[in-house]
């Protein structure tokens, strides 16, 4: 399989070992298009996505052999979620909420009795993840969080609430997170969704990503076992903000298939529909939002993949630090120089390409509902759900507006932080 860590070696074009993978997820998002379209008029979530996806083993593909997935590398599983964000941003958060933002936050950080425990049902698809940070006082700033726990000598008790969390509705386990009843201390949790203590509700009315369910999550006094934190005591800031890193380079590469949808619906309607005498393709003001949203494409692409290949590079040098060291998981921290610099490269640049990529996304969806224009105002169009969706993805996994505050303070320094 092909290393994309060194730069210096590399280029993005697609391997025959990616084209083949490439070509069965294709495959299967042109088997869902329809009921896909359906569940999204409906406002339901698409029950054929899990049984389909994991057929071709999707639902681990960057996850490790030894946990039963594809063992792709980031870079490859980004060009993956480039496709199926063709069939639109819901289909395409259920991948960064159960893998990114989910099993890769256990590949990362879970011990070995762990990672054997619950992996392997997430890339089966038998169990869905989810990944409960958010709550009502606490998006942009989760270390106001408000959820409390306390160790009560044989397990850890959990009160508090969770909001906006993707696949919330239909998740077997997630990770969470709350701050010690008595120290104040961040932690992480792995939590089994049928545990006592637990209620979950459904977020309705959404303006847009309609076949992704969302769920408030209620924490009453739940109980939690010793052996389900995460990581160690304190530590659950910073695995937060490593799963961050994951959930926005998804998060762009799959504006980037939107883009590509954009482009192909507006290249067909521009192409066959006449106005004033001439087709749409042949005026020059069409011209320009087709031009914009092939700039848009090219653009957010190399962000996004070099971004991919920094994440690699973490992923590469943690992996590694783990197998030379014992108790790794206190060991890694800022005051390692390395581990410092890849991570904050990988930060910076998954920070800048979600900023792009979804505000480009955006725009060209914009762009081709005003070509579409009253073909376009309807949620059965194509460019209207992108339209829809693609709001949504300026707002989650960091806004937008705070991602620029964090590229501007990388370059000024902490001392000029406006935030």
Same mark, same amino acid.
């Given at each position: 399989?092909?290393?994309?860590?060194?730069?210096?070696?590399?280029?993005?074009?697609?391997?025959?070992?990616?084209?083949?993978? #490439?070509?069965?997820?294709?495959?299967?998002?042109?088997?869902?298009?329809?009921?896909?379209?359906?569940?999204?008029?409906?406002?339901?979530?698409?029950?054929?996505?899990?049984?389909?996806?994991?057929?071709?083993?999707?639902?681990?593909?960057?996850?490790?052999?030894?946990?039963?997935?594809?063992?792709?590398?980031?870079?490859?599983?980004?060009?993956? *979620?480039?496709r199926i964000g063709e069939e639109g941003n819901s289909m395409r958060?259920?991948? @960064?909420?159960?893998?990114?933002?989910?099993?890769?936050?256990?590949?990362?950080?879970?011990?070995?009795?762990?990672?054997?425990?619950? *992996?392997?049902?997430?890339?089966?698809?038998?169990?869905?993840?989810?990944? +409960?940070?958010?709550?009502?006082?606490?998006?942009?700033?989760?270390?106001?969080?408000?959820?409390?726990?306390?160790?009560?000598?044989?397990?850890?008790?959990?009160?508090?609430?969770?909001?906006?969390?993707?696949?919330?509705?239909?998740?077997?386990?997630?990770?969470?997170?709350?701050?010690?009843?008595?120290?104040?201390?961040?932690?992480?949790?792995?939590?089994?969704?049928? @545990?006592?203590?637990?209620?979950?509700? =459904?977020? %309705?009315? %959404?303006?847009?990503?309609?076949?992704?369910?969302?769920?408030? #999550?209620?924490?009453?006094?739940?109980?939690?076992?010793?052996?389900?934190?995460?990581?160690?005591?304190?530590?659950? *800031?910073?695995?937060?903000?490593?799963?961050? #890193?994951?959930?926005?380079?998804?998060?762009?590469?799959?504006?980037?298939?939107?883009?590509?949808?954009?482009?192909?619906?507006?290249?067909?309607?521009?192409?066959?529909?006449?106005?004033?005498?001439?087709?749409? $393709?042949? %005026?020059? *003001?069409?011209?320009?939002?087709?031009?914009?949203?092939?700039v848009g494409i090219e653009s957010s692409r190399w962000l996004t993949y070099k +971004? $991919?290949?920094?994440?690699?590079?973490?992923?590469? &040098?943690?992996?590694?630090?783990?197998?030379?060291? =014992?108790?790794?998981?206190?060991?890694?921290?800022?005051?390692?120089?390395?581990?410092?610099?890849?991570?904050?490269?990988?930060?910076?640049?998954?920070?800048?390409?979600?900023?792009?990529?979804?505000?480009?996304?955006?725009?060209?969806?914009?762009?081709?509902?005003?070509?579409?224009?009253?073909?376009?105002?309807? %949620?059965? $169009?194509?460019?209207?759900?992108?339209?829809?969706? @693609?709001?949504?993805?300026?707002? &989650?996994?960091?806004?937008?507006?705070?991602?620029?505050?964090? #590229?501007?303070?990388?370059?000024?320094?902490?001392?000029?932080? $406006?935030?």
């Amino acid at each position: 399989m092909p290393q994309y860590s060194n730069l210096s070696c590399m280029n993005f074009d697609t391997t025959k070992d990616q084209e083949e993978l #490439i070509s069965k997820v294709d495959s299967v998002c042109k088997s869902l298009r329809i009921s896909e379209e359906e569940c999204y008029i409906e406002d339901r979530f698409n029950e054929n996505l899990v049984p389909q996806f994991s057929k071709i083993g999707m639902l681990g593909c960057p996850i490790s052999k030894k946990y039963d997935g594809l063992g792709y590398d980031i870079l490859t599983y980004c060009k993956t *979620l480039e496709r199926i964000g063709e069939e639109g941003n819901s289909m395409r958060t259920f991948f @960064s909420v159960h893998t990114s933002i989910g099993q890769m936050v256990l590949q990362g950080w879970a011990n070995e009795e762990q990672k054997k425990r619950y *992996l392997p049902a997430t890339t089966s698809g038998k169990s869905i993840m989810a990944f +409960a940070l958010t709550e009502p006082e606490a998006g942009s700033d989760p270390s106001s969080m408000n959820s409390e726990y306390e160790d009560v000598g044989e397990c850890y008790l959990l009160s508090g609430k969770k909001h906006w969390i993707g696949n919330g509705t239909i998740a077997n386990v997630i990770t969470t997170y709350a701050r010690d009843k008595t120290t104040g201390k961040i932690s992480a949790f792995i939590l089994d969704m049928n @545990s006592s203590g637990v209620r979950k509700k =459904e977020m %309705k009315n %959404k303006m847009g990503l309609l076949t992704i369910k969302n769920a408030e #999550i209620y924490f009453e006094r739940c109980r939690i076992p010793k052996q389900n934190l995460l990581g160690d005591i304190g530590q659950g *800031l910073n695995i937060a903000y490593s799963a961050l #890193i994951d959930g926005r380079v998804s998060v762009a590469a799959g504006s980037i298939g939107v883009m590509r949808d954009c482009l192909n619906e507006t290249l067909r309607h521009s192409k066959s529909r006449t106005q004033h005498g001439s087709l749409l $393709a042949k %005026k020059q *003001l069409i011209q320009q939002h087709i031009s914009r949203i092939v700039v848009g494409i090219e653009s957010s692409r190399w962000l996004t993949y070099k +971004a $991919a290949s920094a994440r690699q590079k973490l992923h590469d &040098y943690v992996e590694q630090f783990k197998l030379e060291q =014992e108790g790794w998981q206190s060991k890694l921290n800022r005051d390692n120089k390395i581990y410092s610099t890849l991570r904050n490269e990988a930060d910076r640049l998954t920070a800048i390409a979600k900023f792009y990529a979804t505000n480009t996304a955006f725009d060209c969806a914009n762009r081709s509902l005003q070509v579409f224009g009253s073909f376009g105002y309807q %949620k059965t $169009a194509r460019v209207a759900k992108h339209f829809l969706d @693609s709001r949504a993805t300026m707002i &989650y996994e960091g806004a937008n507006e705070v991602l620029e505050l964090k #590229i501007a303070s990388e370059v000024l320094g902490d001392n000029f932080k $406006a935030y």
